[in-house]
């Protein structure tokens, strides 16, 4: 039997209602979806009643009420206790400090409601929907403007004692390097959209301090607009400076993966964002590391993957944590 569920996507831009339906087959099908900016200047009153209202408008443009809805999910940047249903002054949400987000839409409509961080909310996501699917422990990674995790463990989500699980980027990989999570030589530095970009900003001074030209930065004024996009076209060009930095990165990912694959044993790690735009410069030397490094009966088990559900992962990620709930 087919159920109905609402997953509510809230960033610190924009925000997404979606409505959706879990089929038979365990599958979700997209029935509607509302955006709508965060407008965090704002506040939240102002915010959530714009959620009040977006709900509101794709119940009655579908058809249904409150009473049709078997469940609805949440996610949203953390800190936040899915426990309690709070969020915790998310670092791109100002003024978000402690907000019952669960009772307030309990109250409002009386569906069963959960919430977790995007992270764990993107792992629920691929591991039912997307690339990681069929796999009882699966590890995903962001590796977007920042570098967090979701676990997978033994078929369940595991958000550890305080929904801190998993917060892989602010583990130290070197004693100096690009700065992500407020720490230098950071995982999240060595691997994250910033940290690619700190990266070559370095390697552009040493370039530029020794007279020599550098093809994706002309002067010392683009510097600061470099981007790992930027750097990856580059990259594809062929430019060897654009390479390296690719290069570097990949290694320390493979340093990070061989630590969760010989503490985790995982079946599968989905890698979000920049690894699926730039898998090629990355895997080799990502993948050498690992070769080196790991255990070879975990290794041996383990498959790596660009995460499966592209561009529409946020909105499975909201539904997923209401199919969660079923």
Same mark, same amino acid.
């Given at each position: 039997m087919s159920q109905l569920i609402i997953g509510l996507d809230i960033g610190g831009t924009k925000c997404a209602v979606i409505l959706g339906k879990v089929k038979e087959n365990g599958l979700v099908e997209f029935m509607g979806k509302k955006t709508f900016p965060t407008e965090t200047s704002k506040g939240f009153d102002h915010t959530i009643r714009n959620i009040y209202t977006?709900?509101?408008?794709?119940?009655?443009?579908?058809?249904?009420?409150?009473?049709?809805?078997?469940?609805?999910?949440i996610s949203?940047?953390?800190?936040? #206790?899915?426990?309690?249903?709070?969020?915790?002054?998310?670092?791109? *949400?100002?003024?978000?400090?402690?907000?019952p987000i669960i009772e307030l839409l309990e109250n409002r409509y009386g569906i069963k409601?959960?919430?977790?961080? #995007?992270?764990?909310?993107? %792992? *629920?996501?691929?591991?039912?929907?997307?690339?990681?699917?069929?796999?009882?422990?699966?590890?995903?990674?962001?590796?977007?403007?920042?570098?967090?995790?979701?676990?997978?463990?033994d078929g369940r989500l595991y958000a550890g004692t305080n929904d801190m699980a998993g917060e892989v980027g602010h583990v130290r990989l070197e004693r100096f390097g690009p700065v992500g999570y407020g720490k230098a030589g950071s995982f999240e530095g060595f691997c994250?959209?910033?940290?690619?970009?700190?990266?070559?900003?370095?390697?552009?001074?040493?370039k530029f301090q020794m007279g020599e030209h550098v093809s994706f930065c002309k002067s010392l004024e683009e510097i600061h607009s470099i981007s790992a996009k930027t750097i &990856?076209?580059?990259a594809y060009a062929? #430019?060897? *400076?654009?390479?390296?930095?690719?290069?570097?990165?990949?290694?320390?990912?493979g340093h990070a993966l061989s630590i969760l694959i010989d503490i985790l044993n995982p079946e599968m790690i989905? *890698?979000?964002?920049?690894?699926?735009?730039a898998r090629q410069l990355i895997e080799p030397?990502?993948?050498?590391?690992?070769?080196?490094?790991?255990?070879?009966? &975990?290794?041996?088990?383990?498959?790596?993957?660009? %995460?499966?559900?592209?561009?529409?992962?946020?909105?499975? %990620? &909201?539904l997923s944590v209401a199919s969660y709930q079923l």
């Amino acid at each position: 039997m087919s159920q109905l569920i609402i997953g509510l996507d809230i960033g610190g831009t924009k925000c997404a209602v979606i409505l959706g339906k879990v089929k038979e087959n365990g599958l979700v099908e997209f029935m509607g979806k509302k955006t709508f900016p965060t407008e965090t200047s704002k506040g939240f009153d102002h915010t959530i009643r714009n959620i009040y209202t977006n709900i509101d408008a794709i119940l009655f443009e579908s058809k249904y009420t409150p009473k049709n809805i078997a469940a609805c999910g949440i996610s949203c940047g953390g800190p936040l #206790d899915s426990k309690k249903g709070v969020i915790m002054s998310p670092p791109n *949400l100002p003024g978000w400090d402690n907000i019952p987000i669960i009772e307030l839409l309990e109250n409002r409509y009386g569906i069963k409601t959960g919430i977790q961080n #995007d992270a764990n909310a993107c %792992a *629920l996501a691929e591991w039912k929907y997307g690339a990681a699917r069929g796999f009882n422990n699966a590890i995903f990674l962001t590796f977007g403007t920042g570098m967090g995790s979701g676990l997978i463990l033994d078929g369940r989500l595991y958000a550890g004692t305080n929904d801190m699980a998993g917060e892989v980027g602010h583990v130290r990989l070197e004693r100096f390097g690009p700065v992500g999570y407020g720490k230098a030589g950071s995982f999240e530095g060595f691997c994250s959209g910033g940290g690619l970009a700190q990266l070559a900003q370095t390697k552009i001074y040493e370039k530029f301090q020794m007279g020599e030209h550098v093809s994706f930065c002309k002067s010392l004024e683009e510097i600061h607009s470099i981007s790992a996009k930027t750097i &990856a076209e580059a990259a594809y060009a062929g #430019d060897e *400076l654009a390479l390296e930095i690719y290069r570097i990165c990949g290694h320390y990912l493979g340093h990070a993966l061989s630590i969760l694959i010989d503490i985790l044993n995982p079946e599968m790690i989905v *890698l979000g964002s920049i690894y699926a735009r730039a898998r090629q410069l990355i895997e080799p030397s990502m993948r050498k590391v690992i070769e080196r490094e790991t255990v070879s009966y &975990a290794r041996d088990v383990c498959k790596i993957e660009p %995460a499966g559900l592209g561009e529409s992962i946020s909105d499975y %990620a &909201a539904l997923s944590v209401a199919s969660y709930q079923l």
